[in-house]
């Protein structure tokens, strides 16, 4: 007989192509569950086939989350729930955040089972710095919308990883070529699986690459960080140091400033204590 599991939500990381890439401890988990929150119910079947387990399921995503939600959250406490997406480590880009919120806000018990991401798969595949990034998502269709949130990540020292589709990858490239110039970038798509491919080189070329012929399967992007930013003009430093300090102590000041140009604090403050102090 099977020990049953402790009540309380599971969050289980699955497959993003290649089932041999769920772990053993995450397939038990699935077998044992008294109850599977998933995307899609069809999908996760056929995971559960794969490890030869059936369990009760039911959907949660998007769509009926807020309905779903206060019932699972109920149930935690008596059952254990394992939370799982269609494919990857569930919260990224869907609405587990919001159960695992709700569920530690009710007390109950919440254990994690890390495993595949597809963000983080494409980012050890692109060859781009790693040491900081920033993961997007999907950007939004419309045109403005999706030039503003470009505008808004074009300054930050980070590669950027985002989710795209077929269809919109062209036009998602080259805007991104418009907004942030020509960076290396790399598309990968079909991870794990048998088609795998990462095809790397600046923006500009990417999209004219993709611009008529999107190509099939689930695509993440990675973009790597700016070049090293110009030095800052030391009379626009001196003015923002003084309107700085005409709005908060002199520590403050100088981080502040500091954020925004990349001069070094230390020398920052040292010069706001002399302006403060000046007769």
């Known amino acids: 007989m099977v020990d049953p599991l402790p009540p309380g939500l599971?969050?289980?990381?699955?497959?993003?192509?290649?089932?041999?890439?769920?772990?053993?401890?995450?397939?038990?988990?699935?077998?044992?569950?008294?109850?599977?929150?998933?995307?899609?119910?069809?999908?996760?079947?056929?995971l559960l086939r794969h490890i030869g387990a059936e369990r009760p399921m039911i959907p949660y995503h998007d769509h009926n989350a807020d309905r779903v939600r206060p019932g699972l959250v109920a149930?935690?406490?008596?059952?254990?729930?394992?939370?799982?997406?269609?494919?990857?480590?569930?919260?990224?880009?869907?609405?587990?955040?919001?159960?695992?919120?709700d569920a530690r806000a009710a007390g109950h018990a919440i254990v994690t089972l890390p495993g595949p991401c597809a963000a983080i798969a494409a980012l050890t595949l692109a060859g781009l710095p790693s040491d900081r990034f920033l993961f997007l998502g999907f950007l939004p269709a419309k045109d403005k919308a999706r030039g503003d949130a470009i505008a808004e990540v074009a300054a930050i020292r980070a590669s950027l990883i985002l989710y795209e589709s077929g269809p919109r990858l062209g036009a998602t490239l080259a805007a991104?070529?418009?907004?942030?110039?020509?960076?290396?970038?790399?598309?990968?798509?079909?991870?794990?699986?048998?088609?795998?491919?990462c095809v790397t080189g600046t923006l500009d070329a990417l999209a004219a690459r993709y611009a008529d012929a999107p190509p099939k399967g689930e695509i993440v992007i990675v973009v790597g960080p700016p070049g090293e930013a110009p030095a800052a003009d030391p009379d626009d430093v001196e003015a923002m140091l003084r309107a700085a300090l005409a709005r908060m102590p002199a520590a403050k000041a100088a981080g502040e400033v500091a954020r925004a140009t990349g001069v070094p604090r230390a020398d920052l403050y040292a010069r706001a204590l002399a302006i403060r102090d000046a007769p």
């Open 10 to 46: 599971y969050i289980v990381a699955t497959p993003i192509g290649n089932l041999g890439d769920l772990s053993p401890r995450a397939a038990d988990i699935l077998a044992r569950a008294d109850l599977i929150a998933a995307e899609d119910t069809r999908v996760t079947a056929k």
């Open 75 to 101: 149930r935690l406490g008596g059952e254990a729930i394992a939370l799982v997406s269609d494919a990857g480590t569930p919260m990224i880009s869907d609405p587990g955040f919001k159960l695992v919120r």
């Open 176 to 197: 991104l070529a418009a907004g942030l110039g020509p960076r290396e970038a790399a598309v990968a798509r079909e991870i794990s699986k048998a088609f795998e491919q």
